[in-house]
């Protein structure tokens, strides 16, 4: 595998790659991520992944300064996977000066979940992904449903400004027990590590109720709602949204998805379930 740090390096290797899938990422990779490059194989002759944490999406107060650098266990991890290129540039490369523009998604779709409670996330994260995706120039790029929103917005960009990529999304891969991977699990305590799986079983009892015809939605995300707070978490939305714009269903034949994000002790974790 080769690493390249600077654009130039990046955009010489890119030339001679021929049909490219591109996985970006914020590195501290665990087995979705290597899921996503596996999944990229299929789409092209050469994978190439990038590793940036990206300040931009961070707000005030958010874990940034704590977020795990795992590089050599992130190269060795590729290396596995068959990733030919990993672009790991610092951030005077991403953001030689202050970066000035930005990619703002449509509030419709910023503002609500995620964006409700991290004030400009989406507007970061899509201007990293924009910056990104024209560094690369893949033919594919693919995103974890894991961050279901971010996925959605990543999808319409690309749309609305007529990007020359596909998006390809691939599963949330989870432990045995139900929980997502993420790299944000890591700050969990022993006994916060036994508690978290109570996300993923909560949000399949909602969704295990609307397939068997409770379309009460409101009183399934209420007692979503106490049942996590009674075990200790502090939820910051349990919502059954449609698929496509993460409105909420005028029908409920929509094609629904279940989100949910809490923090536990000081670590939030997000999840969420097609229906
Ligand atoms: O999902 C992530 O890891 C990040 O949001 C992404 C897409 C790499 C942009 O920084």
Redesign the pocket.
Known sequence: MQIHTTIESLRAARAGAGRTAFV???GNLHAGHIALMGQAREHADSVFA?V???RL?FGAGEDFDRYPRTMQADCEKLEAAGVAHLFAPDESVMYPQPQRYFVAPAPAQTAILEGEFRPGHFD??AT??LK?LNIVQPEVAL??KK?YQ?LMI?TNMVREFALPVRIVAGDTIRTDDGLALS?RNGYLSPEERAEAPRLHRTLARIRDAIRAGDHDLLKLETEAHAELAAHGWAPDYIAVRRRADLQPPAHMDDALVVLAAAKLGRTRLIDNLEI
């Open positions: 970006p990422t914020m990038s940036f944490v990206n999406q970061g994260m990293v992904v990104l995103f974890g961050d971010q990543i790299s």
